[in-house]
């Protein structure tokens, strides 16, 4: 919908605490990735195969993220698709520091310098991702992903790409006439 619309990314934690995941049950876990990847055709997701321990939180890439916002704004869309591409297809674990780094000078930057950024700015970023899912909570949302279309009615659970375009024609169509 190109400059339509413009999505706001929000931290929400899956894992508050971090643990150390049960290896068959998160294998497991990662075959219900296969029932969006049929909802959407360009969405790749591969069940969990890595040698590779799986992520033991979702705060590192969280702040991670946060982080390249501040610090490299013009590659934070990069790295948000790296991200996305190292957990569900690569099967890395995001939630290591070094593997955040790794996939920041994947696209780009200077790793010793987007390290030493997530060093910095660690407090203030673990902060604001905390502030997020805090919002969220209070607003409703409890599932990944959540869509939330100018301000209204939380829509959770992964939907086919037709059904946001539907929500956000009629929103666009309703402002218009109103």
Same mark, same amino acid.
């Given at each position: 919908?190109?400059?339509?619309?413009?999505?706001?990314?929000?931290?929400?934690?899956?894992?508050?605490?971090?643990?150390t995941p049960d290896r068959d049950s998160f294998v497991d876990y990662t075959r219900s990735w296969l029932r969006p990847a049929e909802l959407e055709p360009e969405?790749?997701?591969?069940?969990?195969?890595?040698?590779?321990?799986?992520?033991?939180?979702?705060? =590192?890439?969280? *702040?991670?993220?946060?982080? !390249?916002? /501040?610090?490299?704004?013009?590659? &934070?869309?990069?790295?948000? +698709?790296?991200?996305l591409t190292a957990y569900f297809t690569d099967n890395r674990d995001i939630s290591a520091w070094e593997v955040l780094t790794a996939i920041a000078t994947e696209?780009?930057?200077?790793?010793?310098?987007?390290?030493?950024?997530?060093?910095?700015?660690?407090?203030?970023?673990?902060?604001?991702?905390?502030?997020?899912?805090?919002?969220?909570?209070?607003?409703?949302?409890?599932?990944? =992903?959540?869509? *939330?279309?100018?301000?209204? !009615?939380? /829509?959770?659970?992964?939907?086919? &790409?037709?059904?946001?375009? +539907?929500?956000?024609?009629?929103?666009?169509?309703?402002?218009?006439?109103?």
């Open positions: 919908m190109g400059e339509r619309i413009t999505v706001q990314w929000r931290s929400f934690l899956l894992r508050v605490e971090p643990k969405a790749r997701f591969t069940v969990w195969a890595s040698d590779a321990p799986p992520p033991g939180s979702s705060l =590192p890439a969280q *702040v991670a993220y946060k982080t !390249m916002e /501040v610090l490299h704004p013009d590659a &934070v869309h990069d790295f948000h +698709r790296a991200l696209v780009g930057v200077d790793g010793d310098g987007f390290a030493a950024g997530l060093d910095e700015h660690n407090q203030a970023m673990t902060r604001l991702v905390i502030d997020d899912h805090n919002s969220a909570i209070e607003q409703g949302i409890t599932a990944v =992903p959540t869509v *939330v279309i100018n301000g209204l !009615m939380p /829509v959770p659970g992964a939907q086919e &790409v037709d059904a946001y375009q +539907r929500w956000i024609e009629r929103i666009a169509a309703a402002r218009s006439s109103g």
